[in-house]
């Protein structure tokens, strides 16, 4: 399940053009990704150089948006930092701030990258260190550019929080696999034409040693998606049934029996996307509170405005935090401190959209419509407090529960000794359920 207001940042950039020219002084080539590159040989000067050209050649006031983004991909100015050939330049991933200003400044359209933040921000780097060459080719330009909608088939309804106690099957059938199972909590399931999918394919292994990583092909038969109902009255979400879809092999991404080691990439990627996003200074919740505390003295108590200024400060250091993170991801993969910023993003939306309804008394529980709505984006902040303050409960549920992201942290950021797991060695087929 991922959030789609933090997927507008789910390729995080390094900040604007003097910052990335100076990443590119004091920075080499870059590895972000696991995927051997072949060396940084652009700067900044060259970017702009190619820019031009893809200007010259696909003007953007007279070029279709469909074409134009085609050929952005194919002049390696999607993502610079991915090798050539698969829409980059095999460049220093800070450059990618000098193409996207640039590209702007000419009114060039971009790929909305909202709109297919799980397909940037989780399918795409996984696919770039573990697919084949074949996959890369084929599923990264129209991921990238808009044309596929991708979703996660991850969360089963008992296997949500402790994600490797899944049970969706995959059995080998010659040169397929055939999948049964249910999978839920699936943004953008109703839209999507490819999903990432992990299932267990050996159940007499230790459950995280049976898993295995495949891309779905939603179109297939036996692919069921039901909307998913939530507190808001929306259904961002589904569950989706899968029975008796096959799924051939050469679909497959990694090893056979080693889908829990490529789906850590996708889960770090995730959860950077949702907390380590760039967000402008009063920008999110905050902002929103704030502006009413400043609009609306008639509201203002002294115990509120000591909460506000906590949670402003909070913001802030999140915010600035959020930045660190990003740059970090310049220079390498992202870590587990990508759900620290998970953690706090969910506990700050939590707190400050409770002191919004606070503050605005009867008029902060007013609900204006639950009607069911599909919405193809997640919007934190829209509507009014009272959504907000519903929507907001999901944070710590969605994208790694707050719990699974405290042993993260406590185990790989700060080297506290791990839980118990009496679990570990035992054969996923012996576990209770």
């Not at 979703?151 to 696999?177: H, I, K, M, N």
């Not at 944070?395 to 700060?414: C, D, Q, Y």
Request: glycine share 12%; net charge negative; proline share 6%.
């Amino acid at each position: 399940m991922t959030h789609d207001d933090a997927m507008a940042h789910g390729d995080p950039g390094t900040g604007g053009s003097a910052e990335a020219d100076e990443n590119l002084r004091t920075g080499g080539g870059a590895d972000t990704d696991g995927y051997a590159r072949p060396g940084g040989g652009t700067d900044a000067d060259e970017a702009r150089r190619r820019v031009r050209e893809l200007l010259a050649a696909h003007p953007p006031e007279t070029t279709p948006r469909l074409a134009f983004l085609r050929a952005r991909f194919d002049a390696g100015l999607a993502w610079v930092h991915y090798p050539e050939g698969l829409g980059g330049l095999g460049a220093p991933r800070a450059l990618q701030a000098v193409v996207d200003a640039e590209l702007a400044a000419a009114g060039a359209p971009d790929n909305e990258p909202r709109r297919i933040g799980i397909g940037l921000g989780m399918a795409a780097p996984t696919i770039l260190g573990y697919g084949t060459d074949e996959q890369r080719r084929r599923l990264l330009r129209p991921l990238w550019t808009g044309e596929e909608v991708w979703c996660q088939l991850f969360s089963e309804p008992g296997a949500g929080s402790d994600l490797a106690a899944l049970a969706t099957r995959a059995v080998r059938d010659g040169d397929d696999w055939v999948v049964d199972g249910q999978k839920v909590w699936t943004s953008s399931a109703h839209l999507a034409r490819w999903a990432i999918l992990i299932a267990r394919t050996d159940p007499e292994l230790p459950k995280h040693r049976g898993i295995t990583y495949f891309v779905c092909d939603m179109t297939h038969p036996g692919v069921e998606v039901r909307p998913l109902r939530q507190i808001t009255g929306e259904a961002e979400f589904n569950e989706v049934f899968l029975t008796g879809v096959r799924i051939p092999d050469s679909a497959r991404l990694g090893p056979v029996g080693e889908g829990w080691r490529v789906a850590q990439t996708t889960l770090m990627n995730e959860r950077v996307a949702i907390g380590g996003g760039h967000v402008p200074r009063e920008g999110g919740m905050i902002g929103i509170v704030a502006d009413t505390w400043r609009d609306r003295p008639e509201l203002r108590t002294h115990d509120l405005h000591q909460r506000l200024l906590r949670l402003w400060v909070e913001a802030e250091v999140a915010r600035l935090a959020g930045e660190r993170l990003g740059q970090r991801l310049a220079h390498g993969e992202p870590g587990p401190e990508g759900s620290a910023m998970k953690l706090a993003f969910a506990r700050l939306n939590q707190e400050i959209s409770g002191l919004e309804v606070e503050l605005l008394g009867e008029e902060g529980l007013g609900y204006d419509d639950w009607t069911l709505r599909r919405p193809e984006l997640v919007d934190f902040t829209g509507r009014e407090a009272g959504y907000r303050y519903l929507r907001a409960k999901g944070n710590s549920i969605e994208g790694g529960t707050s719990e699974v992201l405290l042993n993260i942290v406590a185990e790989r950021v700060l080297g506290l000794p791990p839980e118990p797991r009496a679990d570990k060695d035992v054969p996923w087929k012996d576990l209770p359920r």
